[in-house]
């Protein structure tokens, strides 16, 4: 039952269209989002590990949405950092995320709050989760990653970016592909090492992670 309370319990204030689009997740595709990062077990297992092989405390996700990525990012990392563009999505934001004394949440445009708000008031290593996307609109993954190159001190965080284009996968992504960040992660870290997800579950969206060469799994 609780999964089914999970996924109705806010039906009321959806539309019909995103009712009819979380029944058929739940029931067709047989998934929950409410555990954070679209469902995605595998994508949440592996950075809990980045989170551990970094020793990582700081956590640092652009697009808070409803705040359940960030819920799950909470129980991984000692603080969680979050921002989102949509102040109609504050009320249920605060709901969720209000009695958590590990987070802290914005509003704002993401770029523009990372530089005159979290970053100079934070310790790397940090694992920046960006999720601040719109369908075919890169912009604001090329602000968010130039502002992060502004700060030399993260050079050696970790980046892993949602819906991103996976080669040779059949995942779901926003059309972002390596080439088209690469000239400002090597401004962010010349030596930065890269690898996508090979297996996904709930919204099977792509993704890469982008790290410290010392830390990348031992598989790649
Ligand atoms: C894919 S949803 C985020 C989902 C959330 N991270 C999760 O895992 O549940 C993308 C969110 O990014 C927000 N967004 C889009 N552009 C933004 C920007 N420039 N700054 C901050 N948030 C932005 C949207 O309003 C939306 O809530």
Known sequence: MKGVRETFGGLKNYSKSTMLTRIWERFWLGYNREGGFEGDEYLAEEIADL?????IKTTVETGTGYGRTTARLAKMADKVYTV???VGKRRKIERRLGK??????????SATVLRER???????????YLDAHQMGNIATLLNELQAISEFPEYKNSAIVIHDFYVPDKNFWHNGYRYEQIVDLLMKINPGHRYYYNTKASGAY???????PKEVLPESI
């Open 51 to 55: 989170i551990r092989r970094m020793s």
């Open 84 to 86: 989102e563009k949509d």
């Open 100 to 109: 958590l004394t590990n987070v802290k949440y914005f509003f704002g445009d």
């Open 118 to 128: 979290i970053l100079s008031g934070i310790s790397p290593p940090v694992l920046f």
């Open 205 to 211: 969206r792509g993704v890469i992670f982008i790290c």
